[in-house]
C-alpha cells in the first residue's frame, strides 16, 4: 500500500505570481515586473528585499523603509496592507495579485492618487490588444 504521507511530502505546489510593483519615495523611479509569492510572508520580505538590492543598490534595500501592499480588486482598487502573515496568507489566495511596494514617506493608498501605479495597473488590466 502506497504511503501518501510520503507522496504529499514531495509533491511540489505550483508556483504563485503576482504582478509587481515598486515605487521609490521621490516617485522618479519604480520597478515593475512579476514576482514569485513565497510560502511565508518572511519569505517573500527576504525576495523583495533582493529585488530591491539587486536593482538600487543596497543602500536602497532596507525593507523598514517599505510597506508592502496589495491592490484590492473589490474595494474599488484600493492599496491594502500587508502586515502579518496572517493577511498574507489571505493575498495568496486571491485569483489575480497585485503586489505594490511603497516608500513609507509616499501618503498615498488610493492607486488613483499614485500616477505611476496607477497608469502601470491600468495598462495591465486594459491591455491594447
Same mark, same amino acid.
Request: aromatic share 16%; charged share 30%.
Given at each position: 500500500? *502506497? +504511503?501518501?504521507?510520503?507522496? &504529499?511530502?514531495?509533491?511540489?505546489?505550483?508556483?504563485?505570481?503576482a504582478?509587481?510593483f515598486?515605487?521609490?519615495? +521621490?516617485?522618479?523611479?519604480?520597478?515593475?515586473?512579476?514576482?514569485?509569492?513565497?510560502e511565508?510572508?518572511?519569505?517573500?520580505?527576504?525576495?523583495v528585499?533582493?529585488e530591491?538590492?539587486?536593482?538600487?543598490?543596497?543602500?536602497?534595500?532596507? &525593507?523598514?523603509? $517599505? /510597506?508592502?501592499? $496589495?491592490? +484590492?480588486l473589490?474595494?474599488?482598487?484600493?492599496?491594502k496592507?500587508?502586515?502579518?502573515?496572517?493577511? $498574507?496568507?489571505?493575498?495568496?489566495?486571491?485569483?489575480?495579485?497585485f /503586489?505594490?511596494?511603497?516608500?513609507r514617506? /509616499?501618503? $498615498?493608498?488610493? /492607486?488613483?492618487n499614485l *500616477?505611476p501605479?496607477?497608469?502601470?495597473?491600468?495598462?495591465?488590466?486594459? *491591455? *491594447?490588444?
Open positions: 500500500m *502506497p +504511503d501518501f504521507g510520503k507522496i &504529499m511530502n514531495n509533491i511540489e505546489s505550483p508556483e504563485i505570481t504582478n509587481f515598486v515605487l521609490c519615495k +521621490d516617485e522618479d523611479y519604480w520597478i515593475e515586473g512579476w514576482i514569485a509569492m513565497e511565508s510572508f518572511e519569505e517573500f520580505i527576504i525576495l528585499q533582493g530591491l538590492e539587486y536593482s538600487w543598490g543596497e543602500q536602497f534595500s532596507n &525593507m523598514v523603509d $517599505y /510597506i508592502i501592499f $496589495y491592490i +484590492d473589490e474595494d474599488k482598487n484600493n492599496l496592507e500587508i502586515k502579518d502573515e496572517e493577511s $498574507y496568507q489571505k493575498v495568496i489566495k486571491l485569483d489575480d495579485i /503586489i505594490v511596494v511603497l516608500h514617506e /509616499i501618503k $498615498y493608498r488610493i /492607486i488613483e *500616477p501605479v496607477f497608469e502601470w495597473f491600468t495598462e495591465i488590466n486594459n *491591455p *491594447p490588444f
